[in-house]
């Protein structure tokens, strides 16, 4: 695959693509080797404001929300069809612009696009509506779409996440306005580009680039012609957002920060509690709200399992992105790869022995923002280090020797989006499942999904579910309607 050539990178605003209001730009940048990739159009409170106005014309009216779901399914479906036949371009774009490993971007994330606008497409169209038969009064369920949608999405996974937010907002009959994260940038405008080719009428979709809440992503969650926000991003960030949407009482989603337990009972397969721990926390480069960033090690078992672990992570290919034989890629930027560096300095002060990694990565590796597979161990999980996010290849190796005492460390978190639990005592398995305060518990594997599950998570970690019929719930208005007949027919 060739690496495409630098590009400007507009906002679509209706059916235009358009620069800044004041003309202001910013670059984006390959963060394995420090290619300038494009230029992008940084958006102002102007062009916000232009946005919502595109999308609020587009659902007052345009055809959009007026569609049967089967029709609009039709249009998210050829949507899909376009990604599928463009997923080698989309998958080098977002490793180029990200520094997602090539393998990751062509056979999870850009096929997962796809998956999210079918799903939801079909998950629309066949949704079932309550009705109560009751004699003489029949009570049911309308669900009309919300409205305008803003969408504020993070840059660790671009597109997939962009679309499991548009996905159902379009599938229920919204228009949007989505806002990616200014790392990453280009997924979203070619995104956006295939939709209109493939039949998405104008202003369903607008996309504006740029930075936060003083700039262009201001009215998109000020604005009190927004009708939904739904958010992905870190902690902070979503409270800032939950607080700019309160003034309206405009309902946000919110999907936030991580720092799950990842717990190994001596009883495990270690066969399959070893690779996968290794896959919950470095595939991504630990970028990722769900990453295993504390595992717990039933004591009994800890030597062995640690040696496992490190020897497995010792041989993980950490380099170019774009080779299919590389497991790590760059962290996003220099001042994310200090942040992640930082907190293994933090680490060493409070107590921390480094087993591996620690170091960023020189040689060849000089030019981008690399880091290696880092194991800690010798901490509590009161340190600072097992508390607060890192979002990098960076794993806290604690001990414990009962059930109950992983379950407390586990729970012993400001953040609940998701656990890990190896064991083979399925009693053990159910009983800690339904004690866990995560959104998400995996028991023996890692990151599976499925789309009609609720996602999100508890405490810091978010506000709401999305996914199958909590994503209907969230986009629409349900609304009640009763009819009284003059007879009492209805069984
Ligand atoms: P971030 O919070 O810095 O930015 C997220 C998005 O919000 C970006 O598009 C950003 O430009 C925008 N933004 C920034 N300030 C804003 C404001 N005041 N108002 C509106 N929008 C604003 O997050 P990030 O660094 O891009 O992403 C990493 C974080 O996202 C991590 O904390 C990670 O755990 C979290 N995340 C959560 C999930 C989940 O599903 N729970 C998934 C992926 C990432």
Known sequence: MSAPAAQRVRHLIGEEWVDASDGGEFETRDPHDGSLLGTV???????????????????????????????????????????????????????????????????????????????????????????YPDGGLL??????????????????????????????????????????APHTPLTAARFASLALEAGLP???????????????????????????????????????VLAAAAANHTPVSAELGGKSANIVFADADLDVAVPQSIRAIF??????????????VQNSVRDEFLARFTAEAEQLAVGDPKEHSTFLGPLIEQRHLDKVHSYVELAQTEGATVVTGGERLGGELAGGFHYPPTVLTGLTNASRTAREEIFGPVVTVLGF??????????????????????????????????????????????????????FGGEGISGVGREGGRYSREFFTEPRAVMLRLRDQVLR
Not at 168 to 179: D, I, Q, R, S
Not at 283 to 296: E, I
């Open 202 to 240: 104008e202003g369903v979709l607008n996309v504006v680039h740029g930075f936060g809440g003083d700039e262009v992503a201001g009215p998109l969650t000020s604005d009190p012609r927004v009708d939904r926000i739904t958010f992905t991003g870190s902690s902070a960030t979503g409270a800032a």
């Open 41 to 131: 159009a940084r958006g102002t409170v102007e062009d916000g404001r232009a946005a919502v106005s595109a999308a609020r014309t587009a659902f007052d009216e345009g055809p959009w929300p007026r569609m049967t779901p089967k029709e609009r399914a039709q249009v998210l479906h050829a949507v899909a069809d376009a990604v599928d036949a463009h997923r080698d371009e989309l998958a080098l774009l977002e490793t180029r612009d990200g520094g997602k490993t090539i393998t990751q971007s062509l056979h999870a994330e850009i096929p997962r696009v796809a998956l999210n606008l079918r799903f939801f497409a079909d998950y629309a169209a066949m949704a079932a509506n309550e009705a």
């Open 283 to 296: 595939a991504g480069n630990g970028q990722v709200c769900l990453a295993g960033s504390r595992l717990l």
């Open 139 to 180: 009570s049911y369920t309308l669900y009309p779409p919300a409205g305008v949608v803003s969408a504020i999405s993070p840059w660790n996974a671009p597109l997939m996440l962009a679309t499991w937010k548009i996905a159902p907002a379009l599938a229920f009959g919204n228009t949007v306005v989505l806002k990616p």
């Open 401 to 454: 020797d009962t059930e109950e005492e992983a379950l407390g460390i586990a729970n012993d978190s400001p953040y609940g989006l998701a656990g890990m639990l190896f064991t083979q005592n399925l009693d053990r398995a159910h009983r800690m499942a339904a004690r866990w305060r995560a959104g998400t518990v995996w028991i023996n594997t890692f990151f599976e999904r499925d789309l009609r599950l609720p």
